[in-house]
């Protein structure tokens, strides 16, 4: 029951409400490597990151073939700033399973921030190459280290954006729902800014004149989300 009620949280975004069922269900079961795994990831998801690196350790003590434990420990290590150790907990996840497009991510991350861009982005050309739904995250990454490399061309980044649009994009044309929104001229215009690096980022710097600047103008409705 307790684990039940943890994965309702966890489907949820409950990740206060997940630990004390999460904690009751390993009281119960202590050898469940699963489980601390599980929390290990709520641990992650509110930033108590040295709480999550005890927990997932723990869980790899207990199955030290747990693959998704070694791509989360992986996580927090780089979030930690130990690039190193994460390169080496990644690289024990993807020799685990090589079709793990996490893994491959979680790798070409740790080897990025080590200024190791090749190796970084075969990294992530490797985890797109993966049947996984973080494929498009890998080929954005790709996309991202592409534009650092001055030895690409304007056009050769182009046609990997693109690729990328014909690819992601296209599919979901179809389910896009149309505009409602009234013509008339004098209403504010409600504008929608849609980023993960709100937070904790160097575009917070750039972004936030941009956003002041904007309220001050009347005809303008602005609304950030971090996502």
Not at 7 to 31: C, F, S, T
Not at 129 to 149: G, K
Not at 158 to 187: H, M, S
Not at 204 to 218: D, G, I, M, Y
């Amino acid at each position: 029951a307790w684990k039940v009620l943890a994965h309702v949280y966890q489907a949820e975004n409950g990740w206060k409400e997940a630990i004390e069922p999460l904690q009751r269900a390993m009281a119960a079961d202590p050898l469940d490597a699963v489980l601390r795994n599980n929390l290990g990831v709520v641990l992650l998801s509110l930033e108590r990151l040295a709480e999550a690196e005890t927990v997932l350790r723990q869980a790899l003590a207990l199955a030290p073939d747990y693959n998704k434990a070694w791509v989360n420990l992986a996580t927090v290590l780089r979030l930690l700033g130990r690039y190193e150790e994460a390169e080496a907990s990644s690289r024990c996840a993807v020799q685990m399973d090589e079709t793990d497009a996490a893994a491959w991510i979680q790798l070409g991350n740790a080897l990025e921030a080590q200024d190791r861009q090749a190796e970084a982005q075969v990294c992530y050309y490797k985890a797109d190459m993966a049947h996984d739904p973080r494929r498009a995250v890998a080929h954005s990454n790709v996309i991202y280290l592409l534009s650092h490399d001055v030895l690409v061309s304007p056009e050769v980044l182009w046609q990997e954006q693109r690729a990328y649009g014909q690819r992601f994009e296209e599919p979901l044309k179809e389910a896009r729902i149309p505009c409602t929104n009234g013509v008339n001229p004098d209403r504010r215009l409600r504008i929608g800014f849609v980023s993960g690096d709100f937070c904790h980022h160097a575009l917070t710097e750039f972004t936030e004149p941009v956003f002041k600047a904007l309220a001050q103008q009347n005809v303008f409705e602005c609304h950030a989300y971090y996502a």
